[in-house]
Structures are given as C-alpha cells and as structure tokens.
C-alpha cells in the first residue's frame, strides 16, 4: 500500500520503492543512494524541514548497510506534523550515500556517529571524521561482521 508521500512522488517521477508504514502508520520508503541528495533536496522544498534523526544499521551479516533518516514537516498550528522515514541501503563492500548535510545541518554529527559505527561514507560531508571512536582506531564497531581487536572470551569450563 502506498502513503500521500509515495503517491506524489510517483505522480512527479521520482524513483522510490515503499516499504509500508510503520506501527505509528508512518510512511516508509526506500531511495537508491544515486538518487537520494536530489530527493532530499525536493523533500526539503515540499516542507520536509526538520531532520528529526539519522541513524544506521547493519541488515544482516555480511549484507546492505542502511542509512535511515526521520523527516517532519513543522509548520505553525500544526498538532500532528507529517512525518516519513527514509532508508537508503548500500554495499558493505562501498557504502557510499550523499551527505544530507547542506540540506539539514542537523546531520552533521548524526552522519558522523553512523560513518564512524558501521563505515558508511557519507559523500560531500565537510567534517567527516570519527566522532566516538580515537582516530586510530580500525574497523566498524557496529557491524555484525566485526571482531572487537584484542577480545577473548570467557567460558565456562566445567
């Protein structure tokens, strides 16, 4: 089934998949990182301007990375604003999407947290750089395909 939002974008012919609402009933759809910043960019103009969150998760072990962002339009006298929730997947092997920064500022450290967890590089950022994790530091915590450098485990030998 596809939401108001899928069915202007449709109308515009701006490539999306939907993937359903979510349990709130907020819309949810899937753009390819090529076309994301253009997107974004037309998101903001048809009064998507409040950037909510960005987060990023790893899908499965050795599959998509996801880069997930929670749009609002806020207007004055508005009690229940329109949100919508974006998830744009790219390779493990290259995860490259375009930063939304220049459109929401409010992602700048967000984009930061998610390069610096999982490896995705967010293109045309201006201050891409870890922001938890020392620089030195090798790998992406948050991948399920991650090995913590100097761990062993514990067991319980009976």
């Not at 701006?14 to 960019?41: C, M, N």
């Not at 790893?58 to 009690?79: C, F, K, N, Q």
């Amino acid at each position: 089934m596809q939401g108001r939002l899928s069915i202007w974008l449709v109308k515009h012919g701006l490539v999306h998949r939907s993937l359903g609402f979510d349990y709130q009933g907020i819309e949810t759809l899937q753009i390819k990182p090529k076309d994301w910043h253009s997107i974004a960019v037309i998101l903001f103009v048809y009064g998507y301007n409040y950037l909510r969150s960005q987060c990023a998760y790893d899908v499965a072990p050795g599959g998509l990375l996801a880069s997930v962002y929670h749009l609002t339009r806020i207007e004055y006298g508005v009690d229940q604003p329109e949100e919508v929730c974006i998830k744009v997947f790219a390779p493990r092997s290259n995860p490259r999407i375009p930063s939304v920064f220049w459109v929401w500022k409010s992602a700048d450290f967000q984009e930061r947290e998610s390069y610096d967890m999982l490896g995705i590089s967010y293109e045309n950022h201006p201050r891409l750089k870890r922001i938890l994790m020392p620089e030195s530091w090798i790998g992406w915590p948050l991948r399920k395909d991650y090995i913590a450098p100097n761990f062993y485990e514990i067991q319980d030998i009976e």
